[in-house]
């Protein structure tokens, strides 16, 4: 039960973490709004690839990864 409001907890603080990122980055390229998609292109794709790594890292140091 702890563990259910330990996650509840975290989630409901990081959950406008996006969100606020996407208005940061549009006020920061509000004078070349096209800009906008291709920074979410390789925000979008850079987290891919750090969720890919890490998946690799945590495979590495576990005992239960074949």
Known sequence: ?????????GEFFSSPALPLADAAT??????NPQEF???RLFA???WGLAMFVMG???????SNCP
């Open 1 to 9: 039960m702890l563990l259910l409001l330990l996650i509840a907890l």
């Open 26 to 31: 549009l006020s920061a390229t509000k004078d």
């Open 37 to 39: 998609g291709k920074i």
């Open 44 to 46: 979008s794709v850079g």
């Open 56 to 62: 690799i890292g945590e495979c590495a140091i576990s």
